[in-house]
């Protein structure tokens, strides 16, 4: 079974900078998409940006382009969202999530890690 464990996550002031990390296990498929997704309160849970499993390709929601990066170490299956220039509107609880390459919709996520940026 697919496991996601977020970590990282916690409060800093705006222009700050937070790196998350989602580690993933019991993944069976070797071509997939890892995506970073975020979920504000009292708004719908939208996409940040995601890594294709070879590493060299990544896509950033216009928000977060410039200031967030992805990347991934298969070694460690980890994948990490580096934060940078953090602003309030980037608090929001963040997820990982991890769906094949050949599916529209991810199936699996992680628990959420809170990020809280202060003014």
């Known amino acids: 079974q697919v496991q996601l464990v977020e970590s990282g996550g916690g409060l800093v002031q705006a222009g700050g900078s937070l790196r998350l990390s989602c580690v993933d296990s019991?993944?069976?498929?070797?071509?997939?998409?890892m995506g970073w997704f975020r979920q504000a309160p009292g708004k719908e849970r939208e996409f940040v940006g995601h890594i294709m499993w070879s590493g060299g390709t990544t896509t950033y929601a216009d928000s977060v382009k410039g200031r967030f990066t992805i990347s991934r170490d298969n070694g460690k299956s980890t994948t990490y969202l580096q934060m940078n220039s953090l602003k309030p509107e980037d608090t929001a609880v963040y997820y990982c999530?991890?769906?094949?390459?050949?599916?529209?919709?991810?199936?699996?996520w992680g628990q959420g890690t809170q990020v809280t940026v202060s003014s």
């Open positions: 019991g993944r069976t498929f070797n071509n997939y998409v």
């Open positions: 999530a991890v769906r094949p390459v050949w599916r529209s919709t991810y199936d699996y």
